[in-house]
T-cell receptor, first 114, second 109 residues
Framework: DAMVIQNPRYQVTQFGKPVTLSCSQTLNHNVMYWYQQKSSQAPKLLFHYYDKDFNNEADTPDNFQSRRPNTSFCFLDIRSPGLGDAAMYLC?????????????FGPGTRLTVL | GQNIDQPTEMTATEGAIVQINCTYQTSGFNGLFWYQQHAGEAPTFLSY??LDGLEEKGRFSSFLSRSKGYSYLLLKELQMKDSASYLC??????????WGAGTKLIIKP
């Protein structure tokens, strides 16, 4: 089945230790998104890629970086995680950007910072 | 500014009907999505409305009134598995999704 896959589902890291979360998709969608969601809050868009074009949200901290080496994969790098970065990180894809295509989400990675 | 207004929490009984209301204010409008999100899981797509009126999809229906900035999600024949958060997500003129915290729906036997 075509889908959005995130690994790992649960990630534990130490304060200040870099961590990378991964997302892959078999939908062949052009757009990939990274969201941060804290408990009982709205998902917050961090950035998105349209193909290889990177679009950073204005209020996304510099501590968060992303890479998209090819259509199928996208990575979220947190350079120096703080306690406030503990959250669910959601990857989503859509066929196009600038349109009304539905975003489809992966299962998410729950990050714990010790 | 852009904002969404939904009840924080609602409770309903198994087998009953529940309507989750949403009002929104956005810079322009390119349709509205409803997503379901179970606790600890990712949002899953339920519906998309861009024209006024009712869209029915099985036990779930979604309604939109663009002039009133109003939408609702109607769930019929409630099942325990419908216990989840329901997110009303309008899309603005830049095709950006505007996310809120949603409505937590609790189903009781």
């Amino acid at each position: 089945d075509a889908m959005v896959i995130q690994n790992p589902r649960y990630q534990v890291t130490q304060f200040g230790k870099p961590v990378t979360l991964s997302c892959s998709q078999t939908l062949n969608h052009n757009v990939m998104y990274w969201y941060q969601q804290k408990s009982s809050q709205a998902p917050k868009l961090l950035f998105h890629y349209y193909d290889k074009d990177f679009n950073n949200e204005a209020d996304t901290p510099d501590n968060f970086q992303s890479r998209r080496p090819n259509t199928s994969f996208c990575f979220l790098d947190i350079r120096s995680p703080g306690l406030g970065d503990a959250a669910m990180y959601l990857c989503a894809t859509s066929r196009t950007s600038g349109g009304t295509d539905t975003q489809y989400f992966g299962p998410g990675t729950r990050l714990t910072v010790l | 500014g852009q904002n969404i207004d939904q009840p924080t929490e609602m409770t309903a009984t198994e087998g009953a009907i529940v309507q989750i209301n949403c009002t929104y204010q956005t810079s322009g409008f390119n349709g509205l999505f409803w997503y379901q999100q179970h606790a600890g899981e990712a949002p899953t797509f339920l519906s998309y409305n861009v024209l006024d009126g009712l869209e029915e999809k099985g036990r779930f229906s979604s309604f939109l009134s663009r002039s009133k900035g109003y939408s609702y999600l109607l769930l019929k024949e409630l099942q325990m598995k419908d216990s989840a958060s329901y997110l009303c997500v309008p899309m603005d003129s830049n095709y950006q999704l505007i996310w809120g915290a949603g409505t937590k729906l609790i189903i009781k036997p």
